[in-house]
T-cell receptor
Framework: DQQVKQNSPSLSVQEGRISILNCDYT??????FLWYKKYPAEGPTFLISISSIKDKNEDGRFTVFLNKSAKHLSLHIVPSQPGDSAVYFCAAVSSGTYKYIFGTGTRLKVLA | ETGVTQTPRHLVMGMTNKKSLKCEQHLGHNAMYWYKQSAKKPLELMFV???????ENNSVPSRFSPECPNSSHLFLHLHTLQPEDSALYLC????????????FGSGTRLTVV
């Protein structure tokens, strides 16, 4: 039973365009959400997060949107760059626990 | 050295071998984690240590045995593994309760033959 789902295993986008990565969750107890980026042969690195009291958080080219009623979050990257090509994982956690639940990841390829 | 360091980066072992994975962090974090990443599966939490005490054990087979001698070091002892245990094993650390996010190591790519 997957509590965090990334239904698109891969995504290709032209350089300069917007990349939108999606994530759905089922557990209403989650109150903090994160996106991680992973290059081959490296561990995931933290990218951006959002608390459930917000619906948007922006950091440079990266924006995360949270729709609590739909239990959906998305990561927007604009403009996309070839260096953004990586696997992106979303994760969710209930504050007060240690247990991050990860999705299966979406492989983003930004074409030059 | 800063960050989370895992050794070895690659490991090939037979099913009857005993080996250990090592993780070290110098971030002042007080929680450490072992995750398993298999192809086309989510990252699976295996073990959580907080202040050197194990607080989570996600029904992991006993052929995986964690050890946390202090807040900076975490080991995963492996014995009599199966080929399906081949995966990327990731160590991570975080501050209290982990809400600030994890810092991951680069992982150990384990192949069981």
């Amino acid at each position: 039973d997957q509590q965090v789902k990334q239904n698109s295993p891969s995504l290709s986008v032209q350089e300069g365009r917007i990349s939108i990565l999606n994530c759905d969750y089922t557990n209403s107890m989650f109150d903090y959400f994160l996106w991680y980026k992973k290059y081959p042969a490296e561990g995931p690195t933290f990218l951006i997060s959002i608390s459930s009291i917000k619906d948007k958080n922006e950091d440079g080219r990266f924006t995360v949107f949270l729709n609590k009623s739909a239990k959906h979050l998305s990561l927007h990257i604009v403009p996309s760059q070839p260096g953004d090509s990586a696997v992106y994982f979303c994760a969710a956690v209930s504050s007060g626990t240690y247990k991050y639940i990860f999705g299966t990841g979406t492989r983003l390829k930004v074409l030059a | 050295e800063t960050g989370v360091t895992q050794t070895p980066r690659h490991l090939v072992m037979g099913m009857t071998n005993k080996k250990s994975l090592k993780c070290e962090q110098h971030l002042g974090h007080n929680a450490m984690y072992w995750y398993k990443q298999s192809a086309k599966k989510p990252l699976e939490l295996m073990f959580v240590y907080s202040l050197e005490e194990r607080v989570e054990n996600n029904s992991v087979p006993s052929r995986f045995s964690p050890e946390c001698p202090n807040s900076s070091h975490l080991f995963l002892h492996l014995h009599t593994l199966q080929p399906e245990d081949s995966a990327l094993y990731l160590c991570a650390s975080s501050g209290q309760q982990g809400v600030q996010g994890y810092t991951f190591g680069s992982g150990t790519r384990l192949t069981v033959v």
